[in-house]
């Protein structure tokens, strides 16, 4: 079992939809959790970070997380042809130092 | 630019040639990163960097691969002996001490013939 899985998509939504990705992870020592967003041919770039249960929200993006559940979410409200992009889920662990652990990636494609 | 830089951008090399790459932080940042990523996968941890100590490497990581970061500023990776295999994008990325905003270099992209 991989450590960080999301759906690899594509994941096709229409403009102003709300786009909903979706991430587990396998281990509960996990302590913080992550969305990367990485456009084609660029280096990812984080623009949500959560650590406690509940919502999180930045603008058109919200995170959500359930420990409980090992379960971390992205939902982005208004969805715009400028987010179709790859959104990396990555989880830090509590006794694995410092590094993050990627999943695999989900490619959204928002259509005008 | 104050970003993650990494040279060269792009590499191509023959099946068993030996490859090094550079990576320079951002100039506060203690921690540097390398990761390897491979189309339609996310980046996958080779290694890190606290200052000058290096304190994790893959176990998936072969004797191969080796990085050093001497004086706790620029880092390198090397690839000796390198298969078509390790054909990837190698990132580096830097945070600050126990900072968990990780910011990532555009890329050294190899391939291997």
């Known amino acids: 079992q991989k450590e960080v899985e999301q759906n690899s998509g594509p994941l096709s939504v229409p403009e102003g939809a709300i786009a909903s990705l979706n991430c587990t992870y396998s281990?509960?020592?996990?302590?913080?959790f992550f969305w990367y967003r990485q456009y084609s041919g660029k280096s990812p770039e984080l623009i949500m970070s959560?650590?406690?249960?509940g919502d999180k929200e930045d603008g058109r993006f919200t995170a959500q997380l359930n420990k409980a559940s090992q379960y971390v979410s992205l939902l982005i409200r208004d969805s715009q042809p400028s987010d179709s992009a790859t959104y990396l889920c990555?989880?830090?662990?509590?006794?694995?130092?410092?590094?993050?652990?990627f999943g695999q990636g989900t490619e959204l494609s928002v259509k005008p | 630019d104050t970003g993650v830089s990494q040279n060269p951008r792009h590499k191509i090399t023959k099946r068993g040639q030996n490859v090094t790459f550079r990576c320079d932080p951002i100039?506060?940042?203690?921690?540097l990163y390398w990761y390897r990523q491979t189309l339609g996968q996310g980046p996958e941890f080779l290694t890190y960097?606290?200052?000058?100590?290096?304190?994790?490497k893959s176990r998936l990581l072969s004797d191969r691969f080796s990085a050093e970061r001497p004086k706790g500023s620029f880092s390198t990776l090397e690839i000796q002996r390198t298969e078509q295999g390790d054909s990837a994008m190698y990132l580096c990325?830097?945070?600050?001490?126990?900072?968990?905003?990780?910011?990532f270099g555009s890329g050294t992209q190899l391939s291997v013939l």
């Open positions: 960097f606290q200052n000058e100590a290096q304190l994790e």
């Open positions: 990325a830097s945070s600050l001490p126990a900072g968990e905003k990780l910011f």
């Open positions: 959560i650590y406690s249960n």
């Open positions: 100039s506060e940042h203690n921690r």
């Open positions: 281990d509960r020592g996990s302590q913080s």
């Open positions: 990555a989880v830090k662990i509590y006794n694995q130092g410092g590094k993050l652990i």
